[in-house]
């Protein structure tokens, strides 16, 4: 077929070609699949991901430029990274940290045994305690102060423990074996722990009316210049019940309670107990 100008000059053509058909631009196209991870993360997400991965995102300033400003963002606190088990490998091997080898003799005790809780609730058992663990002589004023109970409902000190100016006589370095509380005449006395009643009777020293109570390994307490008492030898008393009535007997100018803690038969100051 032939193609006639205007010149008179001929080109030769070729059949007529069949339309193009218009490729469908909709259809899916294979793509890399982290590409569109990425594309979907964006730079800004992979760059927190990877400060969050690396324990470096706290409080980290990123500056992005973004359309010509710098943003500023503050990335949470993360775990460290955990480490990828090799193959057949356990997780558990790689998470778990390193054990510090122990050894011991071959001939060591172990003890096993759980020692008690005591809470501040049971003074009872913070007593039974102390005692049972050591001798009263040997136990620390840090560790048995508020281990006795108050042996009046109120304690006001009128005369503490030590040398002063004795109110029989007169005379100076008086050394004074207790603690004095004010009290009443028959204000009801405490006992200040529980334990066994050892003594009650006049004291020949000038304690009046006397009731002493054993706690068990060494410390004892006493009560004097009582009008009357409430208990006998061999009794058991528990923390609060009452033993006596508070008196002016023996030595004493005044109604009052003489108070003393004895460790192991030596007076001690009663405020490192009480």
């Known amino acids: 077929m032939t193609t006639q100008y205007s010149r008179g000059r001929r080109r030769a053509a070729g059949p007529v070609s ?10 899916e196209r294979p793509r890399d699949p982290q590409r569109e991870a990425r594309r979907r993360r964006g730079p800004f997400r992979q760059m927190t991901d990877f400060a969050a ?31 990828t088990p090799a193959p057949g490998q356990a997780a558990s091997a790689v998470s778990a940290a390193p054990q510090p080898e122990v050894t011991a003799e071959a001939a060591a005790q172990i003890d096993f045994s759980r020692s008690s809780v005591v809470t501040q609730g049971d003074p009872d058992g913070k007593l039974k305690q102390l005692l049972s663990a050591q001798s009263a002589g040997s136990i620390t004023r840090a560790a048995s102060a508020g281990s006795l109970g108050s042996p009046l409902a109120q ?17 100076s370095g008086d050394f004074h074996r207790g603690q004095d509380f004010v009290a009443q005449c028959g204000t009801s006395v405490l006992a200040a722990a529980s334990g066994t009643v050892t003594f009650v009777g006049w004291h020949q020293y000038g304690g009046g009316n006397r009731v002493v109570v054993d706690h068990g390994n060494g410390l004892e307490t006493t009560y004097n210049h009582l009008s009357s008492a409430s208990v006998k030898v061999g009794q058991t008393v528990s923390r609060g019940d009452v033993v006596a009535l508070s008196g002016t007997t023996g030595a004493s100018t005044g109604c009052h309670l003489h108070f003393e803690v004895q460790v192991n038969g030596e007076v001690v100051d009663p405020t490192g107990w009480l």
Do not use: C, H, N, Y
């Open 155 to 171: 304690l006001i000190t009128a005369s503490p423990f030590g040398f002063r100016v004795s109110p029989i006589t007169g005379g």
């Open 53 to 83: 991965a690396s324990g470096l995102g706290q409080k980290a300033g990123i500056a992005l430029a973004a359309t010509g400003l710098a943003l500023t963002v503050t990335v949470p606190v993360t775990g460290p990274v955990m480490a």
């Open 18 to 27: 069949a339309p193009r058909v218009a490729e469908d631009l909709t259809a």
